[in-house]
């Protein structure tokens, strides 16, 4: 072999051997990317449904979120109607907005809910109003003209189901202190400013007598979504505690069902949050019912479906994602390895 054959088989071996480990390095780098990239778009896509906030005043907003199209109980949806109870006063309009990814309606009526599925019921339209179809990223708006509470849900999918409660014009809700609560939800963090609290109760301005919604959201300041967390709940009036509970709100969040029977102070109080011995606590003056009101019975809410999901879905979705990604990664990096072999041995016999 002459002096040009050697110097060119020489020159092609130097070059494969740092292509190889150039493009060891490149997939290594690329990979770190795609995987952060893929993070982000898993949170945006499965484990962030879009809400928008409450609209003050004279207009609110309600979401249909992702995933409400999905009866299972493993359906990403935080809730059908994302609040699924919204309370107005008389002459207020309502926006609902489509984030789903498929068709929805709004319309008045009683839904055929989960297990409607199984007897072919599709909902009791009660004619009042309805939105027809509101395709993904569109919008529809309804002024309510009277009191009263009324139900709706999707009929194309009729499991879903909101309520909408519609009060004479009532004042703003205060705290025990006299300061008016005029933007739901109430946001409290923990003494250690590791956790945030999200409360609101529906409706706003509480009467005695009349039974409330607490919905509530714990979030850890670094995932961006309501985390999964154990808590207890103690409700306390005049200085006396009328109720007391331990549970684990689930990935969406929590809610709980209360009626005061008396008027005065009282407090929500959320202890060892997440078992860490931290609290928050949220104070509101219930009224007394004023007989001049018209506020509507609260009767069947207890139907509600709120929040839809009951599944910790990032402990079924993170392994899931990571474990292909891995794999693909550690074939690619024993490939290069061995192709990095073979050419050091070419090397070495020739």
């Not at 007391?244 to 005061?260: H, M, N, P, W």
């Amino acid at each position: 072999m002459n002096t040009k054959n050697q110097k060119e088989i020489k020159l092609g071996q130097r070059y494969n051997k740092t292509t190889s480990s150039d493009l060891l390095n490149i997939i290594l780098e690329n990979f770190v990317t795609i995987i952060l990239l893929s993070l982000f778009s898993l949170f945006a896509i499965f484990l962030l449904p879009i809400s928008l906030p409450q609209a003050s005043a004279a207009q609110q907003t309600v979401t249909i979120p992702y995933g409400a199209f999905d009866p299972n109980f493993n359906t990403v949806a935080p809730q059908w109607y994302l609040p699924t109870a919204t309370t107005i006063q008389v002459n207020q309009t309502i926006t609902w907005v489509n984030q789903d990814t498929e068709g929805h309606t709004v319309t008045s009526g009683k839904a055929g809910g989960r297990e409607g599925l199984l007897q072919n019921n599709m909902g009791q339209p009660s004619g009042l109003f309805d939105s027809g179809t509101i395709k993904p990223k569109e919008s529809w708006s309804y002024t309510f003209t009277k009191a009263g509470q009324y139900e709706y849900f999707c009929t194309i999918h009729p499991w879903m189901d909101g309520y909408v409660i519609v009060n004479e014009k009532q004042p703003d809700p205060t705290d025990v202190d006299g300061t008016k609560l005029t933007q739901f939800p109430l946001v409290r963090l923990t003494l250690d400013r590791k956790y945030e609290v999200d409360l609101s109760w529906e409706p706003h301005y509480i009467v005695a007598g009349h039974k409330i919604t607490l919905v509530f959201q714990f979030y850890d300041l670094v995932m961006p979504h309501p985390i999964p967390a154990h808590y207890i709940l103690t409700i306390m009036q005049n200085g006396k505690q009328l109720f007391k509970s331990e549970d684990r709100t689930q990935f969406g969040g929590g809610y709980a069902y209360f009626r005061f029977d008396e008027p005065g102070p009282a407090v929500f109080r959320f202890d060892d949050i997440d078992n860490t011995g931290q609290s928050v606590q949220y104070s509101v003056m219930v009224e007394q019912m004023d007989s001049n009101s018209d506020m509507s019975n609260m009767a069947g809410m207890d139907d509600m479906v709120q929040p839809a999901r009951n599944m910790v879905l990032q402990d079924y979705l993170i392994p899931l994602f990571f474990t292909p990604a891995l794999a693909i990664a550690g074939v690619t990096i024993l490939i290069l390895k061995i192709q990095k072999w073979k050419s050091r041995k070419g090397e070495s016999t020739q």
